[in-house]
């Protein structure tokens, strides 16, 4: 599922933190805008000069900076985060080969990463959250072993920041990505791992069969025994799937989850918070 960690979906380990406040509700919050549901808006005519937007003052026009897409019990899911949640994919190993993120996928993986964040707080389990150790040691995986770094050469610093800087993102942003991942992993494995074990020949086919293709000729190809703690946390949660999304399912429905935007709603919802917490569907358990 992952997918924000997610957050939340894969093959990947990594996932995404929601960066969304809890909201009034979105009627309300337009109503004070004076827009219809959806929409976030500032008038025009601030103290930057702009002609353009002089004349649209002029005219009283309202220029949309932002708008609810979705709202997750009293939780607002923005335009800009589907945004920040595509641009954040780039750090999904699981999606080596998919392309790019589409919305529709985005607001799934945001909505669910916002029903899980939402069960963590409830239950109050402060022991899942990471130490900054963790997280660095996150980062640090993501610089020496994801693909897409590989090719800019991350492991430098210079090449870090011009990956940032290519996909639009901050180390702030990736930090707090990166913590929220390991919030909602440490959360689904005291939840649904207890019991389950990863076979050494399920690891190498793993790394034989996924991992190694999403390799170009010629680059390094990091060793087995270096990505056999990835991979086997990616099979782990591959094999809590099921348990999880029927968990997640019946979450969503107790719930009340409405997706404000026709375009981004998809036909069937789906539970699995890509890219925020099932690492083990191939789009990213983001």
């Not at 949309?64 to 709202?71: G, I, Q, S, Y």
């Not at 920040?84 to 780039?90: G, K, M, N």
């Not at 996909?167 to 689904?188: D, K, N, P, S």
Request: net charge negative; glycine share 8%.
């Amino acid at each position: 599922m992952w997918a924000k960690p997610a957050t939340s979906t894969s093959s990947s380990a990594w996932g995404r933190p929601s960066d969304e406040t809890l909201a009034p509700n979105p009627a309300q919050q337009c109503a004070l805008a004076g827009q219809p549901p959806g929409q976030s808006v500032r008038r025009l005519g601030g103290s930057r000069p702009n002609p353009g937007r002089a004349q649209a003052a002029q005219a009283g026009a309202l220029v949309v900076l932002d708008r609810v897409v979705a709202v997750v019990n009293n939780h607002a899911v923005l335009y800009s985060d589907v945004d920040d949640e595509i641009r954040l994919s780039v750090l999904d190993p699981g999606r080596g080969g998919l392309g790019v993120l589409d919305r529709k996928t985005a607001l799934e993986q945001l909505i669910a990463r916002a029903l899980i964040q939402q069960q963590i707080r409830e239950e109050d389990l402060q022991a899942a959250d990471p130490t900054q150790a963790e997280v660095d040691a996150r980062l640090a995986e993501i610089r020496d072993q994801l693909p897409a770094c590989l090719r800019q050469n991350c492991a430098s610093d210079a090449g870090w920041k011009a990956f940032l800087t290519a996909h639009g993102l901050t180390q702030e942003r990736v930090e707090a990505y990166l913590r929220y991942r390991v919030e909602i992993l440490r959360f689904i494995e005291q939840r649904f791992r207890q019991g389950i074990r990863i076979s050494q020949p399920e690891i190498q086919t793993y790394y034989r069969e996924t991992l190694l293709p999403q390799y170009a000729k010629g680059e390094a190809v990091p060793p087995l025994d270096k990505v056999s703690p990835r991979i086997e946390e990616i099979l782990l949660q591959q094999k809590v799937n099921v348990l999880f999304d029927d968990w997640l399912t019946n979450l969503r429905k107790q719930g009340e989850v409405e997706v404000l935007d026709p375009a981004l709603e998809a036909p069937e919802a789906s539970a699995g918070p890509q890219g925020g917490a099932k690492d083990g569907k191939g789009d990213g358990s983001q």
